[in-house]
């Protein structure tokens, strides 16, 4: 956390006076993109991850913009059983985010902002068939309230630093049979020592 906060403060310090484009019209763009992979472990191998989320919003007036999400990720690894055996297992999630986020100015580089998301995310867990396992379905809803800051060195690219402020959240598991559990939580503050530091761009 110390060093993320840092680094946004000495962003800070040496950006440039510039107006940032937060005006009705512009386009707000983002998202990310993370794969990695890695091998050994007593309990898993092979494990690899694919997810990519490409952000996309408009100004509908000035300084309040209104967007979408579009998620999909791949996971994959081998179970190691007991017997000396193994497993391997896969999941497939797709998701959709729209979001709503209104920007508020403290100096000509620097806005606060919020940030409203409801997020609805599709996953299906592959069963292994030489266990005699069925598939796993989870459908996972969130309604997400994210306070931040962002910088802008330029007129095109703001550095955000944000933090999960309010979340609630539903998930549903089930097999294509029978219906299994259902969670839901809510969470205040969970996430004020985790901030998040990206890059988003103002076109």
């Given amino acids: 956390m110390k060093k993320i906060v840092l680094i946004f403060i000495g962003l800070l310090s040496i950006s440039v006076s510039c107006m940032a484009q937060t005006e009705k019209g512009k386009i707000l763009l983002g998202g990310y993109a993370n794969f990695n992979t890695y091998r050994g472990g007593s309990i898993t191998d092979r494990n690899t991850y694919l997810g990519i989320n490409p952000t996309v919003g408009i100004f509908v007036t000035d300084n ?38 209104y920007y508020v100015g403290i100096t000509p580089q620097l806005k606060f902002f919020g940030q409203l998301e409801a997020a609805l995310n599709w996953r299906n867990i592959k069963g292994s068939e030489t266990m005699g396992e069925k598939d796993l379905k989870s459908n996972f809803y969130s309604a997400t309230l994210s306070p931040g800051f962002a910088l802008f060195p330029s007129k095109k690219i703001g550095i955000e630093l944000s933090i999960t402020g309010f979340q609630y959240a539903k998930q549903h598991l089930k097999t294509d049979e029978a219906s299994l559990t259902d969670f839901r939580s809510f969470s205040f503050g969970s996430d004020f020592f985790n901030p998040r530091l990206g890059i988003q761009f103002y076109l």
């Fill in 64 to 101: 309040l913009v209104i967007g979408t999400g579009l998620g999909y990720v791949h996971s994959a690894y081998t179970q190691n059983l007991v017997d000396g055996g193994s497993v391997r297992r896969k999941a497939y999630a797709v998701s959709v985010s729209p979001f709503g986020r």
